[in-house]
């Protein structure tokens, strides 16, 4: 064997050692129309390779006993439906394919999967008889758990626990639920427990890369490292957009008050014109004492308006709400945001501290908060 040969056999078994990236290779798979979009970290196993999927954990199949849905199965806790996954938010929603939500949350365990709860809650579940219900009837029963003899509620409401408590229930069981959003006083009912469980994983992190329009994907074959391709890194820094956000505030205050000072001016000195006689003597008296304006928010007020450190879930009461309207950067994990209680609109708390201290109204909606009554905000 010659050397060009010699050297032309080296270099081909030297690309086959060389890890390739997988991401190329890896379309989007779908169970059928109108089921979630599979792409990494997920795939379904009957159309992707295994390293289309960051781990066993992300497999999903289309469905069970002859039911075309796209289905998951968690160790422990059995199969359940997807109804939709969030990859931006990094969140999956799943549900009973059997409609009965509440029963598997009785026995729910996230022990062994890589999800967790995007925010948990307490519910109690109460088992009371059923010839009482008529005591029992602002509150929704669990009709899937109920029968003839007793009826089953659930709720995370103290007031609601206390009273049931007192009446001849029997506490069933108290579990945490995986909730949309923690700051719902979620009182009964089986209205609350028929959502979707909300879950979301921490690793890998893709949600920076999909926010861009990026590709996340396994880096090679022999590492769990993961890239992003094709991904739109923004023009401006974060720093630099906050700056030129609440910069933008202050030239519009300063024409505003200009203009007020302008028009104060022309009718000052246009009743002075129309006065026949000067009024000398009072010249101190009614000389023009220059006005404030106050745009923003007091602090006591900003600081009323409550403040959360975001998760790994990154969860917020909008669900479009990735980035911080004001300075157009995504949300990252123990960041502190605030949020405006009447609208729910949330925001990097620094960048909304100075914005409310300049403009009195919410950057998103346009609605000041002092415009809406009290009793608008939800009772928790």
């Not at 109804?83 to 394919?97: G, V």
Request: charged share 20%.
């Amino acid at each position: 064997m010659d050397f060009t040969k010699i050297i032309t056999f080296s270099l081909l078994s030297l690309s086959l050692l060389i890890p390739t990236r997988t991401t190329a290779t890896c379309t989007n798979a779908v169970c059928r129309r109108g089921d979630p979009i599979i792409r990494f970290p997920f795939r379904l196993k009957s159309h992707q390779s295994q390293s289309c999927a960051y781990n066993k954990g992300f497999d999903l199949t289309c469905g069970a006993n002859g039911v075309n849905r796209t289905t998951i199965t968690l160790p422990f806790s059995g199969n359940f439906t997807v109804e939709l996954i969030d990859y931006a938010a990094q969140e999956i929603w799943i549900n009973d394919p059997n409609n009965c939500l509440p029963k598997r949350i009785l026995t729910l365990n996230l022990s062994a999967t890589p999800f967790s709860g995007v925010y948990s809650r307490q519910f109690t579940f109460f088992n009371c008889p059923t010839s009482e219900y008529l005591r029992f009837r602002p509150l929704n029963p669990i009709t899937c758990l109920s029968d003839k003899n007793s009826t089953v509620f659930a709720t995370a409401s103290p007031r609601v626990m206390n009273y049931l408590s007192s009446q001849s229930c029997r506490l069933m069981k108290t579990v945490e639920v995986p909730v949309r959003w923690p700051f719902y006083e979620q009182a009964v009912s089986y209205s609350e427990l028929s959502d979707n469980l909300w879950l979301t994983w921490r690793v890998p992190r893709c949600s920076r890369c999909e926010i861009r329009g990026g590709k996340c994907g396994i880096k090679n074959n022999s590492s769990r490292e993961t890239i992003c391709s094709d991904a739109h890194k923004p023009a401006i820094p974060r720093r630099a957009r906050y700056a030129i956000a609440i910069g933008a505030g202050i030239p519009g205050s300063l024409i505003l008050f200009g203009l007020f000072c302008f028009v104060y001016s022309k009718i000052n000195s246009c009743i002075k014109r129309r006065r026949l006689v000067p009024d000398i003597n009072n010249t101190h008296a009614h000389s023009y004492q220059p006005s404030v304006i106050v745009m923003g928010l007091d602090g006591p007020t900003i600081d009323s308006y409550p403040k959360i450190v975001l998760g790994e879930s990154k969860r917020l009461p909008k669900i479009d709400d990735a980035t911080c309207s004001i300075c157009l950067s995504e949300y990252e994990p123990k960041e502190t945001l605030r949020t405006i209680p009447p609208c729910q609109h949330c925001f990097h708390a620094d960048c909304i501290d100075e914005w409310l201290k300049l403009n009195g109204t919410c950057p998103v909606c346009r609605n000041s908060p002092e415009q809406i009554s009290p009793s608008d905000n939800f009772n928790s």
